[in-house]
């Protein structure tokens, strides 16, 4: 099946670091969906993005749906410890509304 | 809250048995979704529905089927459980936007070991 291109595969950052990942792909997309799993649990849903050029933040987190409709990125602020896990871009190709392509995750380790 | 839950965190099954994963929502989504998760490999779709007694292969069916009696519970089937279907399985439900996006909301994953 399709995937979206997500990088970087994994980060391991100080405590109080900025913390930027992306997810890109070849089709358009009219929706893209940012998700944070942690160890032993099903991914939780952090940000949603229906419009190009939307940005919208989440407490310390910040997502936006790239211009051409192709690209998103998530920023996370100032991380803490419990920002660990693997972080999920997930995204809806225009006309495909119920099937969601996915990234393989960015893995994120904070040191405190 | 939208509340997803699986009847099981934790299974282990022997090769050729036949395995059950149920899940069940109490938002009252039209859709839901099996996943199975595999390191490196992210999440693949498995089946997914989006109504009552309907069902559609996702990317990796095969060893699969799937159950939708009623509109809260998504069962998922092995009906000879193999080795290489040791994972982790997720499911998911959405609420159908009637032609908007929607978002998927997860279980806590049932782990499997096929022995």
């Known amino acids: 099946g399709q995937q979206l291109n997500q990088s970087p595969q994994s980060m391991f950052i100080q405590e109080g670091e900025d913390v930027s990942m992306n997810c890109t792909s070849s089709?358009?997309?009219?929706?893209w969906l940012w998700y944070k799993q942690e160890p032993g649990e099903g991914p939780v849903l952090l940000i949603a993005l229906y419009k190009a050029g939307e940005l919208t933040s989440n407490g310390r987190l910040t997502a936006q749906f790239g211009i051409t409709r192709k690209d998103s990125f998530l920023n996370i602020s100032a991380s803490i410890p419990s920002d660990v896990g693997i972080y999920f871009c997930?995204?809806?190709?225009?006309?495909?509304?119920?099937?969601?392509?996915w990234g393989l995750g960015t893995s994120l380790a904070v040191n405190p | 809250d939208v509340k997803v839950t699986q009847s099981s965190r934790y299974l282990v099954k022997r090769t050729g048995e036949k395995v059950f994963l149920e899940c069940v929502q109490d938002m009252d989504h039209e859709n839901m979704f099996w996943y199975r998760q595999d390191p490196g490999l992210g999440l693949r779709l498995i089946y997914f529905s989006y109504d009552v007694k309907m069902k559609e292969k996702g990317d990796i069916p095969e060893g699969y089927s799937v159950s939708r009696e009623k509109k809260e519970r998504f069962s998922l089937i092995l009906e000879s459980a193999s080795t290489n279907q040791t994972s982790m399985y997720l499911c998911a439900s959405s609420l159908w936007g009637g032609g908007a996006p929607e978002t998927q909301y997860f279980g806590p994953g049932t782990r499997l070991l096929v022995l």
């Open positions: 997930a995204g809806r190709v225009v006309g495909n509304n119920r099937k969601l392509i």
């Open positions: 089709s358009i997309f009219n929706t």
